[in-house]
């Protein structure tokens, strides 16, 4: 069962003035940059209270979530892309949901550079995309 | 400056649906239904962490922010509507904010049932739409 918000995936048009934003303006305190070069998007990571903001830039998307990040700014600049939860015990809780037949993007835990997460579909939880991660999950 | 994540408003098709979902297969803990009758909106406060999750189903939707969550649910079933800040000092942080030129919603604090609140307009954010919430406020 999730116990924190691990994360929120936050799309944007221009990560360097997004950056600036919600660091002068609204004070949030940063913590890395990330390139995924083989997904074509830049990313800085953020830090408010316990929860980390991860914006994200698409820059030559390859691949679903990427394309789904490009989409979001097209459409309107940006916005909230995925709400990451933390779990304890994530291989517990995908074989749960899955026996529940809630929709999966993976069926199974999926190793990520910065450990374990799994993808719900949008559609689990009417139009809003979960990601959820193991417990000391670090994002890069 | 932002303290904390206060929560996060998710438009939401069916709200009985998604309370059930996110309280049996997240994990979240269920604080307090909400009934907005004079927007049209109903809702459900849910907590993770130290973070409120607002779930809201647009019933017979007034005014922009309440229409903006039916667009959503329209477009896509729903999805993440607003990131909600909590700061100590509201009034300072709005004054801030105006005299550096970030687009507004509301150029002064708003007086809400809950406690003091003010939005950014979505385009301050690239696309993400930003409340900020006064330290103890409740929402209600």
Known sequence: ????IHHLGIAVKDLDAMVTFYQQQLGLEMVQTVAWEELGLK???????????ELIEPVAPKGSVAESLERLVK???????????????LAGTVERLRTAGVPLLDQEPRQAA?????WLQEEAAS????ELCQAGYRIM
Chains 1, 2 share one sequence.
């Not at 069962?1 to 924190?4: L, Q, V, Y």
């Open 1 to 4: 069962m999730a116990t924190k």
């Open 43 to 53: 990313a800085a990571v953020l830090k408010v209270g316990e929860v980390l903001v």
């Open 75 to 89: 459409a309107q600049d940006g916005g909230v892309h995925h709400l990451a939860l933390e779990v304890d015990d």
């Open 114 to 118: 910065g450990g374990q997460i799994a």
């Open 127 to 130: 139009g809003t995309l979960i």
